[in-house]
């Protein structure tokens, strides 16, 4: 069964910097693309960065970049978001989720709470 | 960026009744490979989103038959033969062919 958990989240104040983690289990992960996507509280769905199976080729949503650094350790079957500079518009729900091969987006974790607020 | 909407945004429906949800995209969707990058996911309350359709109309593992998908290019349907109560949620749409990934606004389906 695939099985994505992520954990890291909590309350930053604005400036602050948070990494957030996410186990992965249940399938091979090292060939596969990973993504982070986030849900503000009430909002709809935003795609944040993907990052390749060997880790070498990484993309950001516009709003990230240069913020927010996407990472693996496949090793570990471990994907990471490091998040740098928080704002207050960063808060929300972010979910690690699977980037199957032609289904894309397609098992996603249960998400974690990040809220930045002095 | 390709802008995804969906209509309605909004769907009471009866159980036992059909659904359907439309969603454009602001190009089309037909990657270089050939293939199109249109998939839907179901976030029912307090869940996390879940794939059920990939590649337009392609169902997931575990998906009912009732879900299924339709379209091509810029327009695309996602529709629900017979709804029922484990269908209430919101509906994305969202395409797969181009960074950034983008959603549609989603569709509250409510009985």
């Known amino acids: 069964e695939v099985q994505l958990v992520e954990s890291g989240g909590g309350l930053v104040q604005p400036g602050g910097s948070l990494r957030l983690s996410c186990s992965a289990s249940?399938?091979?992960?090292?060939?596969?693309?990973m993504h982070w996507v986030r849900q503000a509280p009430g909002e709809g769905l935003v795609w944040m960065s993907r990052?390749?199976?060997?880790?070498?080729?990484?993309t950001y949503a516009d709003s990230v970049r240069g913020r927010f650094t996407i990472s693996r350790d496949n090793a570990k079957s471990t994907l990471y978001l490091q998040m740098n500079s928080l704002r207050v518009e960063d808060t929300a729900v972010y979910y690690c989720?699977?980037?199957?091969?032609?289904?894309?987006?397609?098992?996603w974790g249960r998400g974690t709470l990040v809220t930045v607020s002095s | 960026d390709i802008v995804m909407t969906q209509t309605p945004l909004s769907s009471p429906v009866t159980l036992g009744q059909p659904a359907s949800i439309s969603c454009r995209s602001s190009?089309?969707?037909?990657?270089?490979?050939?293939?199109?990058?249109l998939n839907w996911l179901q976030q029912r309350p307090g869940q996390p989103p879940r794939l059920l359709i990939y590649?337009?109309?392609n169902r997931f593992s575990g998906v009912p038959d009732r879900f299924s998908g339709s379209g091509a290019g810029t327009d695309f349907t996602l529709k629900i033969s017979r709804v029922e109560a484990e269908d209430v949620g919101v509906y994305y749409c969202?395409?797969?062919?181009?960074?950034?990934?983008?959603f549609g606004q989603g569709t509250k389906l409510e009985i």
């Open positions: 590649k337009i109309s």
């Open positions: 249940g399938f091979t992960f090292s060939p596969l693309w």
């Open positions: 990052i390749t199976g060997d880790g070498t080729v990484t």
């Open positions: 989720v699977r980037g199957g091969i032609d289904t894309e987006l397609d098992y």
């Open positions: 969202t395409q797969g062919k181009q960074f950034p990934y983008t």
């Open positions: 190009e089309s969707l037909v990657h270089s490979n050939g293939k199109t990058y």
